[in-house]
């Protein structure tokens, strides 16, 4: 069986060493000409972990992966710690600990474990169709490929999505702008082994450690779509967005590198439950496109990577009935992590501000059990951390 796969990000990376690790004839086509993804870093979450470990990158994973002891939140003006806990009962509970990583060395690692003169590099496709005995992909150079499966690992603007749908789709705005970047660890805002986030006014400023003493930030602000920016004036934006907040927060605004600050509109989509069509179908972002809210959209798209593979290894005679099963696997549980983020998303965003205010007054008697019940709901229900 040979499987086709469009996009050489953490979705289509992870398909692509799942389907080979069970001697599927694989090959990836990206179209752009060089690793660099958008985004400074990601938590992946111990769901995400144990995908990880399970196409055998437990170890460079792990040497990746920042130190997460504490969790803790922070009145954003006052700079007075409104709870703080430990992980150790999350990881307990769900049996491995999550990792923040830098995005471009998670991305490494898996485009180095499938091998990197793997990766057909410049190739964007722009149409896919399916066939009765293979389906084709087109690229931009009029090149065509076909294979058994092409699977449409094409990002959040999949037009595998298009085609699988048969019609376009609009994604929502969410309604906040996120900010962020890698920094050194520096303890005025926060220790090196914490996640500290700022919380006031529906804005989020958040710090948590990556490998490398490092810190992944972010910033959420309320910005109109389509705001103009120039990335040389990430400081003096954020110095007005968080003016009167606390020193921790100025400080990591003093330290960060407005040059390499990412600014990003977040975005998510409907869920839908249609991932295939004959023998092409979508995964990762093409498949469920959510806000970062809870932190599992690359996760998901890992998860989708492994529920492939058992699909057609269950069925290796029929693409069909192998694509039937991946769709039916997944399509329910990615489905509920769109909305979990999306009503996280609304609560830390002051969509209703009475509701943001109920919030943090609750954070400031929180003894950790509740967000960490809150994360366990997340991490459990993928393939490798099934649900009780
Ligand atoms: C601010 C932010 C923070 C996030 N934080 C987290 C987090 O903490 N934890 C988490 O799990 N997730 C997080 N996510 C979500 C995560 O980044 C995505 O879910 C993940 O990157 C999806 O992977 P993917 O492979 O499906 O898509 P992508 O990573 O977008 O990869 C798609 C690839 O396809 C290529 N491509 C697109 N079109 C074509 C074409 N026509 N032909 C060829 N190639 C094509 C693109 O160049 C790209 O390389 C975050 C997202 C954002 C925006």
């Given at each position: 069986?040979?499987?086709?796969?469009?996009?050489?990000?953490?979705?289509?990376?992870?398909?692509?060493?799942?389907?080979?690790?069970?001697?599927?004839?694989?090959?990836?086509?990206?179209?752009?000409?060089?690793?660099?993804?958008?985004?400074?870093?990601?938590?992946?979450?111990?769901?995400?972990?144990?995908?990880?470990?399970?196409?055998?990158?437990?170890?460079?994973?792990?040497?990746?992966?920042?130190?997460?002891?504490?969790?803790?939140?922070?009145?954003?003006?006052?700079?007075?710690?409104?709870?703080?806990?430990?992980?150790?009962?999350?990881?307990?509970?769900?049996?491995?600990?999550?990792?923040?990583?830098?995005?471009?060395?998670?991305?490494?690692?898996?485009?180095?474990?499938?091998?990197?003169?793997?990766?057909?590099?410049?190739?964007?496709?722009?149409?896919?169709?399916?066939?009765?005995?293979?389906?084709?992909?087109?690229?931009?150079?009029?090149?065509?490929?076909?294979?058994?499966?092409?699977?449409?690992?094409?990002?959040?603007?999949?037009?595998?999505?298009?085609?699988?749908?048969?019609?376009?789709?609009?994604?929502?705005?969410?309604?906040?702008?996120?900010?962020?970047?890698?920094?050194?660890?520096?303890?005025?805002?926060?220790?090196?082994?914490?996640?500290?986030?700022?919380?006031?006014?529906?804005?989020?400023?958040?710090?948590?450690?990556?490998?490398?003493?490092?810190?992944?930030?972010?910033?959420?602000?309320?910005?109109?779509?389509?705001?103009?920016?120039?990335?040389?004036?990430?400081?003096?934006?954020?110095r007005e967005h968080f003016a009167g907040w606390a020193p921790g927060v100025q400080a990591l605004i003093d330290g960060l590198d407005p040059l390499t600050t990412n600014r990003v509109e977040i975005l998510d989509l409907d869920p839908f439950h249609t991932w295939v069509k004959g023998r092409v179908a979508v995964l990762g972002d093409a498949a469920h496109n959510t806000t970062p809210d809870i932190g599992q959209g690359g996760c998901s798209a890992m998860e989708d990577a492994i529920a492939l593979q058992w699909a057609l290894r269950d069925?290796?005679?029929?693409?069909?009935?192998?694509?039937?099963?991946?769709?039916?696997?997944?399509?329910?549980?990615?489905?509920?992590?769109?909305?979990?983020?999306?009503?996280?998303?609304?609560?830390?965003?002051?969509?209703?501000?009475?509701?943001?205010?109920?919030?943090?007054?609750?954070?400031?008697?929180?003894?950790?059990?509740?967000?960490?019940?809150?994360?366990?709901?997340?991490?459990?229900?993928?393939?490798?951390?099934?649900?009780?």
């Amino acid at each position: 069986m040979k499987v086709v796969i469009i996009g050489a990000g953490m979705g289509g990376m992870s398909a692509a060493i799942a389907l080979r690790r069970i001697g599927i004839d694989t090959e990836v086509y990206e179209r752009v000409t060089e690793n660099k993804p958008v985004g400074a870093a990601i938590s992946v979450w111990s769901n995400g972990v144990k995908c990880l470990n399970y196409l055998g990158l437990e170890q460079q994973t792990a040497a990746l992966g920042g130190m997460v002891e504490e969790m803790s939140y922070v009145d954003g003006f006052t700079g007075e710690t409104m709870c703080l806990f430990g992980m150790q009962p999350l990881i307990d509970e769900v049996g491995q600990r999550p990792y923040p990583i830098a995005r471009a060395e998670l991305q490494s690692m898996l485009m180095q474990a499938y091998g990197i003169e793997d990766i057909h590099f410049g190739m964007k496709m722009v149409e896919v169709r399916d066939g009765v005995d293979a389906a084709t992909a087109t690229f931009a150079d009029g090149t065509t490929v076909q294979a058994d499966v092409i699977i449409g690992a094409d990002g959040a603007s999949s037009i595998t999505r298009e085609y699988v749908l048969g019609h376009p789709v609009t994604r929502r705005y969410a309604g906040y702008v996120n900010y962020n970047g890698l920094v050194q660890v520096d303890e005025r805002i926060g220790p090196a082994t914490r996640w500290t986030t700022y919380v006031g006014a529906g804005k989020r400023v958040s710090v948590m450690p990556v490998a490398g003493n490092r810190f992944y930030f972010f910033f959420d602000v309320l910005e109109p779509q389509g705001t103009d920016y120039d990335r040389a004036s990430a400081r003096e934006v954020l110095r007005e967005h968080f003016a009167g907040w606390a020193p921790g927060v100025q400080a990591l605004i003093d330290g960060l590198d407005p040059l390499t600050t990412n600014r990003v509109e977040i975005l998510d989509l409907d869920p839908f439950h249609t991932w295939v069509k004959g023998r092409v179908a979508v995964l990762g972002d093409a498949a469920h496109n959510t806000t970062p809210d809870i932190g599992q959209g690359g996760c998901s798209a890992m998860e989708d990577a492994i529920a492939l593979q058992w699909a057609l290894r269950d069925h290796p005679d029929d693409v069909h009935a192998a694509l039937a099963a991946y769709q039916g696997s997944r399509t329910e549980r990615a489905a509920d992590l769109v909305l979990r983020a999306r009503k996280r998303c609304d609560l830390m965003h002051a969509k209703d501000p009475q509701t943001t205010e109920q919030w943090y007054a609750d954070l400031r008697n929180e003894d950790g059990s509740n967000v960490i019940r809150g994360i366990v709901g997340n991490i459990l229900g993928g393939p490798l951390t099934p649900a009780p």
